[in-house]
């Protein structure tokens, strides 16, 4: 029964149908994609790739697979697409990249537009400050133009409306002092603006050194020097208008409270010339033998004379003007004159002479010392605006026999 059994076992194995046939490699797939391990229950001709055989040069069959593989030996050289101006300028190519140069850029732009911001601030306090010096100055010679035409026109002793328009024109001036020291300050701010400038200009074209830059960068860099160098031209064009309002500020301060001084003697006096409206410059004066003196010394240049220290020995005439028309002209000559006896003799003192003529009846006497003494007052008035102390010259009246026009004669002693 056993020996039965077996024999059933053994031809139940070798009668088992092909489909079942499992064939086993090493290999998962062939290089021509055909498996080499097949679970089915199919035929095997129905799961097997249909290959076509070839024949070789000596007529040998084989199939497509084997050809292929041996054709992958000759796979070079292999020719290429051609290459269009299309493929080249890929927009994919120029796609925004994150370099360090371009996070340099943003942080020196963000400096740049800081910078640019309070140049602009200053540029509108340099403005504000420019109308409000304009304004004080404008309130100053307002109230200096009033003091000066009513002087002109002759005035009191000490008017209370001229002190209180020179008090008017101190409280304009010293406030301009004030805005001086704020245009100062402004030159020491927009000097530290034109230090940041030129250290962002240093830093943008140190930028063009760093590796790892694109195209973009590059061109960004251009853009952020071209617009430093425009914000630099500008903080310096700032920086000489400061200077501008600066200098011109302090020239005419130092010279206005000099001014000042004058108008307060003026007003005190009643006269722009510092003598009282009452007591005209050559009414008080009186006679004087100068023209003696001079006739009697020594002329100049014939022996060694004593000289006083910045002042001549003996008196010297230095001018005479004859006013025989209406329309003398003396002022050039007169200025040169004065300043040359004062760069030779710079201690010397002045004495105007009114001299009229001595012949005729009374009231043609009368009348000729009075042009005299008008003469030369106009003279002195030159001399006191070419900035001649009025302390510094005498003044004397005469009358000479000889003469048949008045006349003004000028001496130093």
Known sequence: MMIKEKNMIKKSIFTFPLSLVIAISTQTFAQDGVPTLIVTNKPIA???????????????????????????????????????AESVLNPNYFAPVDTMTAQKIKDIQTEMYNLQGQVADSASQLQSLETVGQDLAANYYAAIATINTQLQSGTTPGNPRLKNRLVVAEDALDTLSGNVADLNKMAVQVADLASVSNFLQQESRAAYGLSGSVEEDHVQL????????????????????????????????????????????????????????????????????????????????????????????????????RFDRSDVEYSQALYMSVNDAIKQYPNTQFELVAVSPGMGNPAKLAIESTRARRNAEKVLRNMVQMGIDTNRVKLANLTEDNIQYNEVHLYIR
């Open 46 to 84: 129905q799961v097997a790739p249909q290959t076509t055989p070839s024949k070789t040069a000596a007529g040998v069959e084989r199939s497509a697979s084997v050809e292929n593989r041996v054709d992958n030996l000759y796979s070079k050289p292999v020719r290429l697409p051609d290459i269009k």
């Open 222 to 321: 251009a853009q952020l020097e071209d617009s430093l160098a425009n914000t630099a031209t500008a903080i310096e064009r700032l920086l000489n208008n400061v200077n501008d309002n600066i200098t011109r500020a302090a020239a005419y301060m130092s010279s206005e409270r000099s001014n000042l001084r004058t108008l307060a003697l003026a007003i005190s006096n009643g006269d722009l010339y510092g003598t009282s409206l009452s007591n005209r410059p050559f009414s008080m004066a009186q006679g004087t033998d100068i023209l003696e003196q001079v006739r009697y010394s020594m002329p100049i240049g014939q022996t060694q004379q004593r000289r006083v220290v910045g002042k001549p020995a003996t008196p010297r005439p230095l001018m005479k003007i």
